[in-house]
């Protein structure tokens, strides 16, 4: 078992910054990889990007990319998520998620472990 837990969220401008955190406990001797996602009020999740184990590989969907990065200390069990020039249509909840293995996933579904969610708003 893994429990995830993110944190950073909060209420910025639009054109601000925020780094969202995910930090890993639990069996985090085996092999993760990460990835983010959002859920706006309304829609469906979505993945914001993921992370391979090595962290040699990353993925950001279209509408971030650019704005956001990810990384990840190992040493720290944990997974950052840089967001920069947010704009109000980033605001959701972001959860991080833990797939059990070594190449990232851009489904939901191939997760295995999920954060409670940090809230993120972007006002005008």
């Known amino acids: 078992q893994v429990q995830l837990v993110e944190s950073g969220g909060g209420v910025v401008q639009a054109g601000g910054s925020l780094r969202l955190s995910c930090v890993a406990s639990g069996s985090t001797d085996r092999t993760y990889a990460m990835g983010w996602f959002r859920q706006a009020p309304g829609k469906e999740r979505e993945i914001v990007g993921g992370?391979?184990?090595?962290?040699?590989?990353?993925y950001y969907a279209d509408s971030v990319k650019g704005r956001f990065t990810i990384s990840r200390d190992r040493a720290k069990n944990t997974v950052y998520l840089q967001m920069s020039s947010l704009k109000p249509e980033d605001t959701a909840v972001y959860y991080c998620?833990?797939?059990?293995?070594?190449?990232?996933?851009?489904?939901?579904?191939?997760?295995?472990?999920w954060g409670q969610g940090t809230q993120v708003t972007v006002s005008s």
């Open positions: 992370i391979s184990w090595s962290g040699s590989t990353t």
């Open positions: 998620a833990a797939h059990k293995g070594l190449a990232l996933w851009t489904m939901g579904r191939a997760y295995d472990y």
